[in-house]
């Protein structure tokens, strides 16, 4: 989701946890460009990230409108792009079953878990790489960002369901990393990491990198 035409967008924080450089795609001019982390709740699982040398760029529209269940809606991401290896945005169609929900959620292997609150839940089907896409409403106006699913979307939850985050809670933490403004909760900037050499008696020395 692009919210300035200068390439400001958020996203999950899992999306972008551990890396060391970001590439971003923008699919409506099909250019690339490099991306710096400007900040990041763990706990709420938002981040920032500015592009490099954007201008122009077309952005989305927020809904002012609030979620109901029942209501129709749409995730938008790139499923099957994960890894690094690109892929074609992707649609999923269904309905909001539920709001304000709480759940665990963890990464593909089980690990990394988070407990997530205030949750939109549909059974639209989320896959991998839709973490932090928008759903949207009928009218294509973003009300959340796509976050957690049951079949393998980064962070992973049970029953099969998918839930995304309200954007009016996305863009509270967005506007606080944007401001500068760290907490108990919101890093500014990108996270350090510090270079270890490891020596034992049945391997080669190596260096690892372990996040600060």
Do not use: W
Request: proline letters at 3%; aromatic letters at 4%; a negative charge.
């Amino acid at each position: 989701m692009v919210l300035t035409s200068d390439g400001e967008i958020p996203t999950n924080n899992h999306v972008i946890d551990g890396a060391t450089s970001i590439s971003v795609t923008d699919v409506g001019n099909g250019k690339s460009y490099s991306a710096n982390v400007v900040g990041y709740d763990r706990t709420g699982d938002v981040a920032v990230i500015k592009l490099v040398n954007a201008s122009g760029l077309q952005t989305v529209s927020i809904s002012s409108g609030t979620a109901a269940v029942g209501q129709a809606v749409v995730g938008v991401g790139n499923a099957g792009g994960t890894g690094g290896t690109g892929g074609t945005p992707s649609a999923a169609g269904g309905s909001i079953t539920a709001l304000n929900r709480s759940i665990t959620a963890s990464d593909d292997s089980g690990g990394n878990a988070e407990s997530l609150t205030g949750l939109i839940e549909m059974n639209a089907g989320i896959e991998p790489g839709d973490s932090g896409g928008s759903l949207v409403n009928t009218s294509g106006q973003v009300f959340g960002m796509d976050t957690a699913a049951s079949n393998g979307s980064g962070y992973q939850v049970s029953p099969a369901q998918a839930y995304a985050i309200p954007i009016g809670t996305a863009l509270s933490v967005a506007k606080q990393i944007e401001a500068g403004d760290a907490s108990s909760t919101v890093h500014i900037g990108a996270t350090g990491f510090l270079g270890v050499s490891v020596e034992d008696s049945s391997a080669t020395s190596g260096c690892r990198y372990y996040p600060l």
